[in-house]
């Protein structure tokens, strides 16, 4: 086997967009890569990063030239995520010296992680909307780092496995180890999720600008509010959304997908159900806006 194809997916916003990782050996010789698809800076050091992570995993690459596409060619590709389906695309073509993978198992799952140089998966931004793509794109299963398993676990109708390093991924595409999918008790962990810090309650007094908010919110209208500083604008704003309704799935994950692209979701706080409050200076400029 000269060629393996690894699927994977790039951030386009607040959505993922599918790409193919395709790993090509022509002949033997010494090894030369050629990285083609649009890479960015981040992507183009990967070949750095994945040589080494590989080599202290204990396993081989291919002697040859190689050539990796990541395809559609015409879309940008950003960031260090694409390093675990490289690895594994040029570990694949191995087989004989490193073991062979279980017949299409690289056809039926999606992978994405970044690699560090002793052979651990490390978190990347974006698991969310990766994992609803493959989904969408009719995968059975996501390899991911395990500290991003939480997270793509919200998404139902698909296995989530996380894993720790390199070895353990190649060992669970060759149907050994002991990973198992990621489970989560989606009624539970969304009450328990949906629970804020503050309440509405919590306010004495002012009852009149309370009745106002009520009816505003009520009605989804919109609210100005006037008056010097210390009268409590801001703590009956901070509060305003412990009265709406509970979010809907839906905008729980699209929500968290707007976090998780920005870096702001971790294996500990993996998905946001509880309405964000936003409260920027009357100062900011429409560019920090």
């Known amino acids: 086997m000269s060629l393996t194809r690894v699927h994977s997916g790039a951030l386009h916003g607040v959505d993922a967009v599918g790409v193919e990782v395709e790993v090509n050996v022509r002949g033997r010789g010494d090894p ?4 083609v698809g649009l890479p960015d800076t981040a992507v183009r050091e990967s070949i750095d990063r994945v040589l080494t992570a590989i080599g202290n995993s204990g396993l081989r690459w291919p002697s040859g030239p190689i050539t990796i596409n990541l395809a559609p060619a015409d879309l940008r590709k950003e960031g260090p995520s694409f390093d675990l389906p490289i690895a594994l695309g040029l570990v694949a073509l191995e087989p004989e010296a490193n073991g062979a993978f279980k017949e299409d198992a690289l056809e039926k799952c999606a992978v994405s992680g970044e690699l560090a140089l002793d052979g651990r998966v490390r978190p990347v931004k974006g698991i969310l909307p990766l994992t609803l793509q493959a989904k969408q794109s009719g995968f059975k299963a996501i390899l991911v780092p395990r500290e991003n398993a939480a997270e793509a676990s919200i998404v139902d109708g698909i296995y989530v496995y996380g894993v720790p390093d390199l070895r353990s991924a190649v060992s669970l595409l060759q149907g050994e180890g002991n990973i198992k999918p990621e489970k989560l008790d989606r009624e539970a962990f969304f009450n328990r999720q949906r629970r804020y810090d503050i309440d509405f309650s919590d306010v004495r007094g002012q009852a009149h600008v309370k009745r106002a908010l009520e009816v505003a919110m009520a009605g989804g209208h919109n609210l100005l509010m006037l008056g010097p500083p210390g009268t409590g604008k801001s703590m009956l704003a901070k509060r305003l959304a412990t009265i ?13 997908k707007i976090h998780s692209v920005a870096g702001l979701v971790d294996s500990k706080n993996s998905f946001l159900a509880t309405r964000p409050f936003r409260s920027p200076h009357h100062t900011i400029s429409d560019a920090g806006l």
Do not use: G, Q, R, Y
Not at 32 to 35: A, C, I, V
Not at 244 to 256: H, Y
């Open 32 to 35: 030369k890569f050629s990285l």
């Open 244 to 256: 709406l309704p509970a979010m809907t799935e839906s905008e729980a994950i699209e929500t968290t």
